[in-house]
C-alpha cells in the first residue's frame, strides 16, 4: 500500500513558478512509476508528466520545456517544477504511483488527494 500526498499549490500570478511536491509512504518508492496529473473544472484529469524507475521522463505536448519532473528516491518524494505559469495551468494537480512500468494514462495504483493551483492573469 502506498499513501501520497500533494503539497506547494496555491494561487499565484501569470509568469511565476511553483514547485509541487508528493511524499510516498510504504517501501520501494524507487521502484515505483510516478506521474502527476491535473484536472480543470468541468474537464477529465489529464496525464502531465511521468518519470519511470529508471529516471525516463515522459511529458504532456502542453508543458513541455515549462515543467519539469523529479524524484528523490532517498526522501521517498517527487516533484513537479512549474515554470511561466499561464491561467490554463489552474487546475488540481494529482500525484500518482504506478508499480514498475510507467504509463501516460490515469491507470495508475495510487492516488494522492490533489492539490489545487490557480493562476491568475
Known amino acids: 500500500q502506498v499513501q501520497l500526498v500533494e503539497s506547494g499549490g496555491g494561487l499565484v500570478q501569470a509568469g511565476v513558478s511553483l514547485r509541487l511536491s508528493c511524499a510516498a509512504s510504504g517501501r520501494s518508492f524507487s521502484s515505483y512509476a510516478m506521474g502527476w496529473f491535473r484536472q480543470a473544472p468541468g474537464k477529465e484529469r489529464e496525464f502531465v508528466a511521468a518519470?519511470?524507475?529508471?529516471?525516463?521522463?515522459y511529458y504532456a505536448d502542453s508543458v513541455k520545456g515549462q515543467f519539469t519532473i523529479s524524484r528523490d528516491n532517498g526522501k521517498n518524494t517527487v516533484y513537479l517544477q512549474m515554470n511561466s505559469l499561464k491561467p490554463e495551468d489552474t487546475a488540481v494537480y494529482y500525484c500518482a504511483a504506478r508499480k514498475f512500468t510507467v504509463v501516460i494514462t490515469t491507470q495508475y495504483d495510487y492516488w494522492g488527494q490533489g492539490t489545487q493551483v490557480t493562476v491568475s492573469s
Open positions: 518519470m519511470a524507475s529508471n529516471g525516463l521522463t
